[in-house]
């Protein structure tokens, strides 16, 4: 397959150099995706579907309903091709979602169309030059590769079943899995060619508790390069994080003090504000507070941040970045001290250094990647575990909150003052070092880089999360932050 | 393309199946960033390809491919029949569709200055233009971001019932932010203008590249002497876009028959109870004339009906595909939507709005003796109970009756269900907004639509103030 890729993408730029192209690239991508949601059969018993019919009836089918559900199920290849052409100092880009020759061809057209009506981009040198990597791949199992929609149905099942096995009032459960094989080519002009592969699964649970008029709901999830065989601790854990949901209470007054975040929650905040914060194109262009910082004190002083394209497991790991460039590993931030911005290739020219192997062009809930043109991106992020499980984060604060699970509103934060403004669903009461009960939704308010300075604690229980397994974090406290009803 | 499509339901079909759907798919996405008169990105996004989906005995199954030959197209039938009987093992309730008369029609879009007839040059004018008439506005623009989107193409669907429609959906977009600064405050402000038209749009006074650029420019000086809003529950008016969202957001959602097959949706077995004052009617339709998204198929085949959802307070129908249809004991709507043709459909919104009733603004206006007026939204997110949270970006401090001064980005937040109960004045100024930039997404999905409304008001609503 990566031959096949390597093979039209030198077709595409030679078509693009007889087209008049001064320098032109093929980003070539193929994805084998199986996409598996189940809903367990709990929803029937417990649910309240089947109306007017005795809930003791279906109680007596209950074993049998449950190991039933809504399967929603595809399987497929999604393929293409994205062009990016150099004429007179202007960059064009087209894509099309096939890698058929005739498609591709007829793309390159619109491409030097498309970068003929800019005028010369005063900050654009050139196209990267190859480079030799320095890392391996990222992980390709087999397992994944053959895996067969069957079994990742039945995996979906056994995860719903587990979920709805640990509580009675667990009212609903769903379950999916997701596994992901990808070929990627990418060829340019000036001699790059590097094709790569890799797999990618994921696993989720959401569920859902009512009792009386009170309903809760929370989920949990799992990233792996490899092979998720089995999701039934998942299911497990996805109902005792709604359960413990259950019986919240308001929050008794506006409160300013600490907030202990939970790995998975702190990770999606953390994952928008500083990959945002550090692309040095969004530096460059006044769109982060980070401007002319480099050496200063951004953060705690027990805060290490390293983006690291070349983590054996990690989720983004690749030979190169989506430009071609060489994954590497990059210190963004070392005991509270900025070191390093994000590079691609034309934010590195810019400033006459060297990329980091930090093009991107995987969206987050956008197109697929070859309709994308590369900037400036994360590879994985990763914040630098210290000491300490959550509990023992938690028996540090005397009077707080602990917030778990996803937050609302954490991706409409302003990513360029750093201001951020969420409701928490899964928050409870800390007292004394404890746990005291659970909250009713809350909403909690401050300012990212303010909060980095803040922080008074980091967990040992990094986890890899953030919004598409990119980031690996701990736990960790934040001080002196709002929440309010 | 629809011999292909043909040809795959065909095969399904041998494969033993009882019913077989395809949808063919060639559209183009065209977008144009100009960043301070300086054409940043110009891109453009082919997307061609064939779904199937297949249904077996108490399953259906989805496969697509975007290498259009008999060979590949015979594969995806396969992989649909394959996941199809593996589903019905597993299937608790059998997913079929509803009858429906099947359809046999072709759709054509006939704009005066169809995008596809006009060279990128003119449409970076537009964005040119923009720039152009923000910058000059005021010495405080310290940035501006003008943008050009446009889909068009042809969107083809058959069945194995005898439906064979097809359309030519068309969406154009042109809009631009400004940001202003003024010492150590940078605040920003945008105003956009969108729907199923042809560019000979922006020539009309409200709707020019002109106008558009002075609004955002305009509104983002005023909103560098904007104040906190104080937190608390108050009166509102709430303008047309935010009321959009409202109903597409946090009533829309609740609406869509596939959670309330499964019992999430609160609005599951409530038809026929009454939901909010007497005022509030909730429509949801393809082919709105107000403007919006233009859709007159969904993926089913099913023409878009207008569905109302909420008429004069009470619940009356939900968003319905043919699968939930049947399950309900109800009529498909023309719901079922998917992303392209590599998604399988699923229940989506096409244009959802607050129909409009018979108050001036200016009268709603004038009986709100203390409160907010709300204008327009970035975005926020409602859950599955009707919670929700909108950061209105734009707004007015009212105080005896009078507009008293602007503020800053505020959170409402609330409950839909509460919040229909709260509205009191519902005005004559219905606009139904839609645009190519970004879309709505659910599960993994993002679609097109539109949203809108007249001007709102409720009796309380609680601002979250600032975000410290």
């Known amino acids: 397959m990566i031959d096949k890729l390597l093979d039209i993408g030198n077709k595409i730029v030679k078509h693009a150099e007889k087209l008049g192209a001064d320098e032109s690239e093929a980003y070539l991508y193929v994805e084998n995706l199986t996409l598996v949601k189940y809903i367990g059969g709990i929803v029937a018993t417990r649910g309240g579907t089947f109306k007017g019919v005795k809930a003791s009836f279906f109680r007596l089918l209950e074993p049998w309903i449950k190991r039933k559900g809504i399967t929603f199920m595809k399987t497929g290849t999604k393929a293409g091709v994205g062009i990016r052409t150099v004429v007179n100092n202007s960059v064009g880009f087209a894509s099309v979602s096939s890698i058929e020759e005739k498609n591709a061809l007829k793309a390159v057209q619109e491409a030097i169309r498309t970068a003929k009506i800019r005028p010369p981009d005063p900050n654009w040198k050139s196209l990267p030059d190859p480079k030799q990597p320095t890392a391996k791949s990222g992980i390709f199992d087999q397992k994944v590769a053959d895996a067969d929609p069957s079994k990742a149905l039945s995996i979906s099942a056994e995860c719903c079943i587990s979920a709805a096995d640990f509580d009675k009032r667990i009212s609903q459960a769903m379950g999916g899995v997701l596994i992901a094989v990808v070929y990627e080519g990418i060829v340019n002009s000036r001699g790059i060619e590097v094709g790569d592969k890799g797999t990618a699964s994921a696993g989720f649970c959401f569920t859902k508790a009512k009792v009386g008029s009170e309903e809760v709901s929370s989920g949990d999830s799992l990233f792996s390069r490899r092979f998720v065989e089995d999701l039934s601790e998942i299911g497990r854990s996805a109902s005792r994080r709604t359960i413990e949901c259950l019986g919240g209470k308001p929050l008794e007054e506006k409160l300013t003090g600490p907030v202990v975040f939970e790995n998975i929650t702190f990770s999606e905040l953390f994952e928008l504000m500083l990959g945002s914060s550090v692309s040095a194109i969004n530096v460059q262009e006044e769109r982060s507070r980070y401007k002319g910082k480099i050496g200063e004190l951004v953060a705690n002083e027990h805060i290490t941040i390293v983006d690291d394209g070349t983590l054996p497991e990690g989720f983004n790991t690749t030979l190169a970045d989506d430009e071609g460039v060489p994954r590497q590993r990059t210190h963004v931030v070392e005991k509270g001290v900025l070191k390093s911005f994000l590079y691609d290739s034309y934010s590195a020219k810019r400033e006459g250094r060297e990329s980091t192997g930090n093009a991107n062009r995987r969206a987050l809930f956008g197109p697929a990647p070859f309709a994308v043109q590369p900037r400036v991106g994360i590879s994985n992020l990763v914040l630098e575990p210290r000491e300490g499980s959550l509990q023992d984060l938690i028996a540090e604060v005397q009077d707080g909150i602990l917030v778990r699970g996803s937050m609302m509103g954490v991706i409409h934060s302003n990513l360029v003052t750093g201001d951020f403004s969420v409701t928490a669903t899964n928050a409870f009461r800390i007292k004394n070092g404890q746990i005291a009960y659970p909250l009713k939704p809350c909403s909690i308010g401050g300012n990212f880089h303010d909060s980095l300075k803040s922080v008074i604690g980091i967990g040992n229980d990094q986890k890899c999360c953030g919004f598409t397994g990119n980031v690996i974090c701990p736990s960790i406290v934040v001080e002196n932050l709002t929440v309010s009803a | ?468």
């Open chain 2, 1 to 468: 393309m629809e011999d292909l499509m043909a040809k795959g339901v065909e095969h399904a079909l041998t494969l033993g199946s009882y019913f077989a759907e395809a949808k063919g798919e060639d559209t183009i996405q065209r977008t144009l960033e100009v960043i301070n008169g300086e054409v940043r990105t110009v891109s453009e996004n082919r997307n061609l390809g064939i779904g199937i989906r297949v249904f077996h005995k108490k399953g259906n199954g989805f496969s697509f491919s975007n290498v259009l030959d008999m060979e590949n197209i015979r594969q995806a039938a396969e992989t649909a029949f394959k996941i199809a009987r593996i589903s019905s093992k597993k299937s608790l309730i059998k997913l079929n569709l509803k009858e429906i008369k099947p359809t046999v029609e072709k759709k054509v879009t006939n704009v005066k200055e169809h995008p596809k007839d006009v060279v990128l040059d003119e449409k970076k004018d537009l964005c040119l233009r923009e720039c152009k008439t923000s910058s000059a506005y005021s010495k405080q623009i310290a940035n501006v971001t003008a943008r050009f989107a446009e889909y068009y193409g042809s969107i083809y669907f058959l069945n194995s019932e005898g439906t064979k429609v097809s359309y030519e959906p068309l969406l154009v977009g042109l809009a631009v932010s400004c940001i202003a600064k003024k010492g150590s405050t940078i605040v920003d402000a945008r105003d956009v203008y969108g729907g199923s038209y042809g560019l000979e749009v922006h020539r009309q006074e409200e709707h020019t590249p002109e106008t558009l650029g002075e609004n955002a420019a305009k509104w983002a000086v005023e909103k560098l002497k904007a104040k906190p809003a104080p937190a608390g529950k108050f009166p509102a008016l709430i303008d047309p876009q935010l009321v959009g969202v409202l109903a597409h957001e946090s009533f829309g959602h609740m609406s869509e028959a596939d959670n309330v097959v499964i019992g999430v949706s609160p609005l599951t077995g409530r038809i026929g109870e009454k939901l909010g004052t007497d005022n509030v009617t909730i429509i949801d339709e393809g082919l709105p004339k107000e403007g919006g998204y233009q859709i007159f198929f969904d993926d089913e085949g099913v023409p878009c009906q207008r569905v109302e959802i909420l008429k004069n307070g009470v619940l009356t129908n939900y968003l319905q595909s043919r699968i939930t249809a049947r399950r309900l004991k109800m009529e498909p709507t023309g719901n079922a939507r998917s992303q392209d043709y590599s998604y399988d459909p699923i229940i989506r919104m096409r244009n959802t709005y607050f129909e409009k009733g018979e108050w001036k603004k200016e009268e709603a206006l004038q009986e709100l003796k203390q409160g907010i007026y709300a204008i327009d939204t970035a975005g926020g997110q409602a859950d599955d109970t009707g919670n929700f949270l909108f950061k209105a970006v734009r707004g007015y401090w009212i105080e005896n009756r009078e507009i008293k001064y602007p503020l800053l980005d505020v959170a409402l937040t609330g409950n839909i269900l509460e919040f229909l109960k709260n509205v009191d004045a519902v005005c004559d100024d219905l606009k139904i907004f839609s645009s190519p930039f970004g879309g709505c997404g659910k599960w993994e999905q993002s679609a097109f639509v539109g949203d809108g409304g007249p001007h709102i008001r409720v009796k309380e609503v609680l601002f979250g103030g600032t975000a410290k």
